[in-house]
């Protein structure tokens, strides 16, 4: 047994510490009992565990001691997991620990008295600590369960009632000692055979179609019938799934004084309802007027006989009463039928409730109808937490389908409003330092428009210590009982905009987060006009609003989130290409209907892989977060600025003058946008660029061929030393320069100038090195090593790509198969062209690449781009094809391009790679807008099953925030450059 010691943590100073949950842990495997406890107390320090390693010793711990929790592997040494529950019978909760498809096995552990069961390769440390949470909250559940039951035979068994219950096939399950006595059961004999002995009416005649009639509607029945020996039964039948359950009660005496006691019977009966008598008629004009009420009728209404009494029911109608209730109501009435009806009456006091309405009309002996009886009964609570539940559904519905933060405010204000009445309720979002008033219920539109023109609807939370902003700083919520009281401190100008409407008492509750080391995420503010705190049941019902508040914010956060990180381009803010291309959609068909003139530009920047191979990612990163900041601020609010990648930006330009005129006036903007020199890593750059137009419709109609164009007239301006030009279909000619460099790339195979470079993956947490990713270098023997991105497009363009992406496999795999003699875990990345996906025989070259040298398809993970996605029609087909290989499938540079969502549930990806972008401005920080979405994507690639890699890591901080957001692998140049074969450093 082994017990590793805890982290120690310092307490709450404002708080008491949670108690520590006791975990056992049963794993043979040293190291997942310690990845184990790595991700409990990364969730939770105070977590306390001990760890065994086999059956037995966990059997005889759960004898000798009782933790809170069970942390049981299925397959130990010794025994299995279900042997150890079968042996020691442990007094607490048990989650089991099972594989990818071991579902049988679950079922088997629930069976056996497990709570729950977790996947292995799903661990994460909020997760596994909620999974065990919810583990020890089901089994104090089922203890209690088991308690209530006996509770509830010994309630049964104390009724005056007679209770049978009975299966389907009317044999007897249970009856009750009233049941045994009424039916004159001798004894100790409450068999079946006993029952149908002494009481055989049951089983026969009107009794049993009775119960045979509720079993084949399924309706509750009741009845009263007359037994053998004489006296009359009220019986009851109320249909189970199980079978039925019958209640009898002896109600001869009743029976007996019914006729005298008729109209008396129909007040007593129910007098603990509210019971009206009135007359007959006449039903319409004034309506009938009350001859009776009882004193539960006063309580409920206030209404005493006196004021009621020779005055019409219908003043109990408001203006909220339903008109189409009232209208059936009165139809009944006319027709002498009962009503059975839930409407809404005011009291004395003006207060609405909700009362179930029952009204049957009473003849005298002739026959005639003489009044009518109504029974009321208060239903309010049961009204109100049918809307409560009601609106809840609807709030999560909105949720789901991502409707604006505020529609979600709004709603939860109107909720919390059923348990509030007429106090004031706001919302409040906060978006960094600023904290919003976005939502209110209670409060007339003005009120709130005057308040965001006085200042009060926003707080700036790093200088104000009122309190909204208390709330937020402390986490906790701040009673106000009187803001009249100069004590208390404000927000400015609040106090006075308070009291101007009345307003005396203020209360702010937060809306936390689920992480605990975030500030809330809003505040819900209640307002009263009275000096007073708010009761225990408006203080569980704000706490309880909070709490739901706190799930569907910040789901409709990250959904936000999401989507900006689909749309926008976040390293640099500006719209991605998908945003890019939905708006030049729009201009066009804009342009066609107007003939507004519209032009398309692509810009490049001149000699920026100079500066990214001199300087480093980062100081580039730098340099086109600049340059975009300086392209929005040069160019017109009406234009669009978007990043396509790299170093190229795409821009839309409405105009309406000559184009040589437009094209002279944003070569001057050009000018004035690169003339100041950037600020970079301390160094001051003077860079360049060139920017292509294309004119619509001279250039084309639609958004692929005006940017086609505009990407050769681009490199045009390259050639012709930067600036600005505008498309020439007769200028598109290759290069001399390009026609030799294609020469050579023909013969760079068979000449063996291609190598490959080896970049390092290594295992998040403990940096183990779990393979690599072939990347194709060129070693031309007169222009030295060139770079992929100049020679791989001339290849994708020219077809080369095919035997070069060949050749790459194949050789790839070859490496792997001499590391893995002595290293049998790696596996080797390789990227994958979309020109590749077009050639019919990709999945027999991948095959034949395994085959012949002998590696299994796990070993091989295949990176494709979501170009191959989008563009290849039968690229769903192949993946599958390759993914029964057993080979893994990585969807590169996530992030960069539509990153759709739906490619994630649709392809049969088993990993994605998160682009080396995103990790601009990692720092740590978990509030930075960077930390933020790298956080997101996580949650949502673990959601789907999918490993996580991080490329481009440079600094010690970004690897720590890849592992404490719970990355899978990481990769960059702080761990490892790309090396050849022989350079790359394998574990000893």
């Known amino acids: 047994m082994t017990e590793y010691p805890r982290p120690a943590s310092l307490p709450d100073a404002h708080s008491p510490a949670p108690r520590a949950l006791r975990v056992l842990i049963v794993e043979d495997s040293e190291e997942d009992a310690w990845t184990y406890q790595h991700l409990l107390r990364r969730a939770a320090p105070q977590v306390q565990c001990t760890v065994v390693s086999v059956g037995a010793d966990a059997v005889d711990f759960l004898q000798r001691e009782t933790p809170d929790c069970v942390l049981l592997d299925f397959n130990l040494p010794d025994m299995t997991g279900l042997e150890v529950l079968e042996e020691a019978r442990p007094a607490c909760a048990v989650v089991m620990l099972t594989g990818v498809g071991d579902e049988q096995v679950a079922v088997q552990a629930m069976n056996a008295g497990a709570q729950d069961y977790v996947v292995k390769s799903t661990l994460s440390g909020p997760g596994l600590l909620r999974d065990l949470e919810r583990a020890v909250e089901k089994y104090r559940l089922q203890r209690e369960l088991t308690v209530s039951r006996e509770r509830m035979q ?47 009416w049951m089983f026969s005649g009107p009794f049993l179609n009775f119960m045979l009639a509720a079993l084949n509607s399924g309706e509750r029945r009741s009845a009263e019938l007359k037994a053998p020996q004489g006296q009359w039964l009220d019986a009851r039948v109320y249909p189970s799934p199980g079978g039925l359950t019958v209640t009898l009660r ?49 309580r409920m209404t206030g209404y005493t006989p006196e004021d009621i009494i020779g005055r019409t029911p219908r003043i109990l109608q408001g203006p909220r009463s339903d008109r189409a209730t009232l209208d059936r109501i009165r139809a009944n009435l006319l027709s002498w039928t009962p009503v059975d009806e839930v409407v809404q009456n005011y009291c004395k006091d003006g207060k609405p409730i909700w009362v179930h309405l029952s009204i049957v009309p009473v003849a005298n002996t002739l026959g005639w109808f003489t009044h009518w009886v109504s029974v009321q009964r208060d239903v309010t609570g049961e009204v109100q937490r049918e809307r409560r539940d009601r609106m809840r559904r609807e709030l999560l519905e909105m949720a789901a389908a991502g409707r604006p933060v505020e529609d979600l405010l709004n709603g939860l204000c109107h909720l919390i409003r059923l348990d509030l009445g007429s106090l004031i309720v706001a919302g409040w979002l906060r978006e960094d330092h600023l904290l919003t008033l976005r939502a209110s219920v209670n409060s007339d539109t003005d009120a709130l428009r005057t308040s965001a023109q ?7 939370l790093r200088l104000d210590g009122g309190v909204c902003a208390t709330v937020v700083r402390t986490g906790a919520p701040v009673i ?21 409407r009345g307003l005396h008492a203020m209360w702010g509750l937060p809306v936390l987060s689920s992480r605990a080391d975030e500030a809330p995420l809003g505040v819900f503010t209640v307002f009263s006009d009275t000096p007073r705190t708010p009761t225990q049941a408006e203080l569980a019902a704000l706490q309880d609003l909070t709490g739901l508040a706190s799930l569907l914010l910040e789901r409709a956060l990250a959904q936000t989130e999401m989507q900006r990180l689909a749309m926008y381009d976040s390293l640099t803010g500006l719209p991605n290409r998908a945003l890019y291309l939905e708006y030049l959609t729009q201009a066009l068909s804009r342009s066609g209907h107007t003939g507004e003139r519209l032009a398309v530009g692509l810009l490049d920047l001149d000699r920026f892989k100079v500066i990214n191979d001199t300087l480093g990612h980062s100081a580039g990163d730098e340099l086109l977060a600049q340059v975009a900041q300086r392209l929005r601020s040069t160019f017109r609010p009406s234009d669009v600025v978007a990043r396509m990648g790299g170093d190229e930006f795409t821009l839309i330009l409405p105009f309406g003058s000559d184009q040589s005129v437009f094209r002279n006036g944003i070569q001057k903007l050009l000018k004035t946008c690169f003339q100041t020199p950037f600020r970079v890593k301390g160094q001051e750059l003077f860079v360049a660029a060139s920017l292509g137009l294309a004119f619509a419709p001279e250039h084309g109609a639609d958004g692929e061929t005006l940017l086609s164009a505009a990407d050769l007239a681009m490199y045009r301006a390259k050639r012709t030393g930067g600036g600005v030009a505008v498309f020439d279909p007769a200028a598109g000619a290759l290069q001399p320069g390009k026609v030799s460099l294609e020469t050579d790339l023909y013969r760079a195979l068979e000449r063996c100038e291609l190598e490959l470079h080896y970049q390092p993956l290594f295992r998040a947490g403990s940096r183990e090195l779990v393979g690599a990713e072939a990347l194709c270098r060129w070693r031309h023997p007169r222009l030295g090593m060139i770079s992929p991105g100049e020679f791989i497009p001339l290849a994708e363009n020219t077809g080369l790509i095919l035997p070069i992406g060949a050749w790459v496999l194949n050789e790839a795999c070859r490496q792997l198969a001499q590391w893995r003699a002595q290293h049998p875990h790696l596996q080797v990345g390789v990227n994958l062209s979309p020109r590749q996906f077009w050639n019919p025989q990709l999945v027999e070259s991948v095959q034949d690449a395994l085959n012949t040298h002998g590696l299994p398809g796990s070993s091989l993970v295949l990176e494709i781009t979501e170009s191959v996605l989008m563009n290849v029609p039968d690229a769903e087909a192949t993946l599958h094809r390759l993914r029964a290989l057993g080979i893994r499938l990585s969807l590169d540079d996530f992030g960069t391009g539509y990153s759709s969502l739906s490619y994630l549930n649709r392809f049969p990806l088993t990993a994605l790679k998160i682009d080396r972008s995103f990790l601009q401005g990692v720092t740590g920080d978990p509030h930075g807008t960077s930390e933020k979405i790298i956080e997101a994507v996580m949650l949502l690639s673990h959601a789907l099953n999918l490993q996580v890699t991080t490329e481009g890591i440079e600094t010690p901080e970004q690897a720590a925030f890849i592992e404490s957001v719970g990355g899978d692998i990481l990769q960059g140049f702080l761990l490892g450059r790309p090396v050849p074969a022989d350079q790359l450093r394998l574990p000893d």
């Open 250 to 298: 002896d109600v001869t005496q009743r029976r007996s004084e019914e006729e005298r006691l008729r109209l008396l019977e129909s007040v007593t009966v129910n007098a603990r309802e509210a019971v009206v008598i009135s007359e007959a008629e006449p039903v319409t004009g004034e309506g009938p007027r009350v001859v009776y009420v009882n004193e539960a009728f006063t």
């Open 154 to 200: 010994a309630a049964l068994g104390s009724v005056d009632d007679s209770l049978l219950s009975l299966d389907h096939d009317l044999n007897l399950l249970y009856l009750n000692p009233a049941a045994q006595c009424l039916l004159q059961l001798p004894e100790g004999q409450r068999t079946h055979a006993d029952l149908t002995a002494q009481a055989p």
């Open 454 to 460: 006085e200042g009060v609807a926003q707080v700036d």
């Open 480 to 500: 106000v009982e009187d803001i009249r009281l100069e004590s208390v401190v404000m927000h400015r100008g609040a106090r006075e905009a308070l009291l101007a």
